[in-house]
């Protein structure tokens, strides 16, 4: 939230700590089948619905 300022995001995919901490996933893998787009965080966040994304349970669908 810190990296907001005062703006308010529409989107969480618009709030720059999330864009930042995707900037290496490409394009073409979050338009997979699997994925569709950045919004379906648990596609790869195995952890999401527990509301943990550290990066130790991250896996990439093919
Ligand atoms: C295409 C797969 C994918 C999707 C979809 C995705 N993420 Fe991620 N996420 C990653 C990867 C890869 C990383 C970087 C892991 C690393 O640092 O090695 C990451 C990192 C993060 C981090 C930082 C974790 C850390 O320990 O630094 C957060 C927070 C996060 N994602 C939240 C989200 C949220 C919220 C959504 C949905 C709006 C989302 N992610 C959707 C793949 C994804």
């Not at 709030?15 to 290496?24: L, R």
Request: glycine share 4%; net charge positive; charged share 25%.
């Amino acid at each position: 939230m810190r990296s907001l300022g005062s703006r308010a995001p529409l989107r969480i995919t618009k709030v720059p700590y999330i864009q930042e901490k995707h900037h290496e996933v490409s394009p073409n893998v979050l338009k997979r089948e699997s994925i569709g787009s950045l919004s379906n965080c648990s596609a790869c966040h195995t952890t999401a619905e527990k509301g943990i994304y550290e990066d130790d349970y991250v896996v990439i669908p093919r």
